[in-house]
């Protein structure tokens, strides 16, 4: 069993940063890919950013230039850094953990950027 804990959302104007961080614990040896997807209130989940164990990102092209997703040390921990936030980025944010091909995902973390 695998369990995706979420933190750091919130209420930001424009233009104003937010730090997501998301944490996976329990059977996590074979823990790959992590990232993160959001949804917008009658939208489907998208894409937001993606990393391997490995250290290989991948952005949406929305989010390019703006966000950054990294990974600690130990592998099992996943930031998300946005700057430059826009109204357009307001939406719950999940956080998704690959293992075995199963994918996991946290309760997400909402957040508002609005003046």
């Known amino acids: 069993q695998v369990k995706v804990v979420e933190s750091g959302g919130g209420l930001v104007q424009p233009g104003g940063s937010l730090r997501l961080s998301c944490a996976a614990s329990?059977?996590?040896?074979?823990?790959?890919?992590m990232g993160w997807y959001r949804q917008a209130p009658g939208r489907q989940r998208e894409l937001v950013a993606t990393i391997t164990r490995g250290g290989i990102t991948n952005y949406d092209d929305s989010v390019k230039g703006r966000f950054t997703i990294s990974r600690a040390a130990a592998k099992n921990t996943v930031i998300l850094q946005m700057n430059s936030l826009k109204p357009e980025d307001t939406a719950v944010y999940y956080c998704?953990?690959?293992?075995?091909?199963?994918?996991?995902w946290g309760q997400g973390t909402q957040v508002t950027v609005s003046s």
């Open positions: 998704n953990a690959g293992v075995l091909g199963i994918a996991y």
């Open positions: 329990g059977s996590i040896l074979s823990l790959n890919v």
